[in-house]
T-cell receptor, first 111, second 117 residues
Framework: DADVTQTPRNRITKTGKRIMLECSQT?????MYWYRQDPGLGLRLIYYSFDVKDINKGEISDGYSVSRQAQAKFSLSLESAIPNQTALYFC??????????FGPGTRLTVL | AQSVSQHNHHVILSEAASLELGCNYSYGGTVNLFWYVQYPGQHLQLLLKYFSGDPLVKGIKGFEAEFIKSKFSFNLRKPSVQWSDTAEYFC???????????????FGAGTTVTVRA
């Protein structure tokens, strides 16, 4: 849905480069999440944020950092990209105990 | 630690066949349960969810799932699949009542379903 947008949609980069993936939402949700998807592993949580001042590590946060610039924006950074960070990255949002709504994904390739 | 198991990695079936995808989780407390679908090249979309009440949940596109608490299972079913059901299906579980886990989902590895015309 256009309610959750991610940029860029595709990115090819080289080892050691700094990369930022951006997520914006118009749903007014307070909670935002970053996942990576790898074949056979499902989705794994990288970071999540309950509000602008509340950021938490997920199960695979090493090598990643995040910034919650506003309630509607949540960015994921790879400070020094490595090949095993090649994956499909999804942003998601929710409020309360409702289901999560996902963005269209960013396909990242690190050469 | 919370874990979610999906028994089948890849299921191939013909149109009009019945589909059942298994999902088990390891947490013994209260849970919320979800099935998401990812069509080729698209983002995850919610098929159905269970929070409480009737353990047989009906979702979109003719899918349903049954929560069996004693078996820690939430299997997804569809009586008659169509070619357009070709997709990857993810089971997800949220633990309820433990603040550090509130609002987080644990996903299974996914099941790829291929429906042949």
């Amino acid at each position: 849905d256009a309610d959750v947008t991610q940029t860029p949609r595709n990115r090819i980069t080289k080892t050691g480069k700094r990369i930022m993936l951006e997520c914006s939402q118009t749903k007014g949700h307070d909670r935002m999440y970053w996942y990576r998807q790898d074949p056979g592993l499902g989705l794994r949580l990288i970071y999540y944020s309950f509000d602008v001042k509340d950021i938490n590590k997920g199960e695979i946060s090493d090598g990643y950092s995040v910034s919650r610039q506003a309630q509607a924006k949540f960015s994921l950074s790879l400070e020094s990209a490595i090949p095993n960070q090649t994956a499909l990255y999804f942003c998601a949002t929710t409020s309360g105990y409702n289901e999560q709504f996902f963005g269209p994904g960013t396909r990242l390739t690190v050469l | 630690a919370q874990s979610v198991s999906q028994h089948n990695h890849h299921v191939i079936l013909s149109e009009a066949a019945s589909l059942e995808l298994g999902c088990n989780y390891s947490y013994g407390g209260t849970v919320n349960l979800f099935w998401y679908v990812q069509y080729p090249g698209q983002h995850l979309q919610l098929l159905l969810k269970y929070f409480s009440g009737d353990p047989l949940v009906k979702g979109i596109k003719g899918f349903e799932a049954e929560f069996i608490k004693s078996k820690f299972s939430f299997n997804l079913r569809k009586p008659s699949v169509q070619w357009s059901d070709t997709a990857e299906y993810f089971c997800a579980v949220r633990r309820v009542g433990i603040r550090s886990n509130d609002y987080k989902l644990s996903f299974g590895a996914g099941t790829t379903v291929t429906v042949r015309a």
